[in-house]
T-cell receptor
Framework: GENVEQHPSTLSVQEGDSAVIKCTYSDSASNYFPWYKQELGKRPQLIID?????GEKKDQRIAVTLNKTAKHFSLHITETQPEDSAVYFC???????????FGSGTRLLVRP | DTGVSQDPRHKITKRGQNVTFRCDPI?????LYWYRQTLGQGPEFLTYFQNEAQLEKSRLLSDRFSAERPKGSFSTLEIQRTEQGDSAMYLC???????????FGSGTQLSVL
């Protein structure tokens, strides 16, 4: 079955710097890759997603890139702010499966 | 509130007791998922419904776990003879179609003493 690896597990950056979180997936049939943000004690919330027919997608300060050949995708946050501090999860799924497989999460701390 | 709602938010029970959780998905969503999340880990898939049909159940799910979605709307997750290892956050999510955006509820935090 699909397996998603995520790193780093923790990331500390200075406010205003960029943050990059990387994920790799095992099943080349995976074609949908969302990213979720989870603040302490709250539900995971979708922040951006990408499908395998595109290589990059941007939404204001957030971007996701996908390398299908290497089977990895990354989340990029620019001009980080303290409110970006949270746990971020990547996930992957494929058309033949109904479920999202999640990475183990990255705890991002943005220092003021 | 038109989001996914779960009840209760917290449940404390003694080992060996049965517990039941409820999830109300976003009204027009026909797909409903149950996930389990332990501290420091990503959500782990448990089971999935399309309308009232349970289409997939994780191999990790023991026979003590059962889920229903009798009318294709709300769903219940029951855990029989709870064990301390069942302590976790149980998350429900719904979506409109396959590989569409998954919206999560706030979860039910289960503590088995």
């Amino acid at each position: 079955g699909e397996n998603v690896e995520q790193h780093p597990s923790t990331l500390s950056v200075q406010e205003g710097d960029s943050a990059v979180i990387k994920c790799t997936y095992s099943d080349s049939a995976s074609n949908y890759f969302p990213w979720y943000k989870q603040e302490l004690g709250k539900r995971p919330q979708l922040i951006i997603d990408i499908r395998s027919n595109v290589g990059e997608k941007k939404d204001q300060r957030i971007a996701v890139t996908l390398n299908k050949t290497a089977k990895h995708f990354s989340l990029h946050i620019t001009e980080t702010q303290p409110e970006d501090s949270a746990v971020y999860f990547c996930a992957a799924s494929m058309d033949s499966s109904y479920k999202l497989i999640f990475g183990s999460g990255t705890r991002l701390l943005v220092r003021p | 509130d038109t989001g996914v709602s779960q009840d209760p938010r917290h449940k404390i029970t003694k080992r060996g007791q049965n517990v039941t959780f409820r999830c109300d998905p976003i009204s027009e969503h026909n797909r409903l998922y149950w996930y389990r999340q332990t501290l420091g880990q990503g959500p782990e898939f448990l089971t999935y419904f399309q309308n009232e049909a349970q289409l997939e159940k994780s191999r990790l799910l023991s026979d003590r776990f059962s889920a229903e979605r009798p009318k294709g709307s709300f769903s219940t997750l029951e855990i029989q003879r709870t064990e301390q290892g069942d302590s976790a956050m149980y998350l429900c999510a719904s979506s409109l179609a396959q590989n569409e955006k998954l919206f999560f509820g706030s979860g039910t935090q289960l503590s088995v003493l």
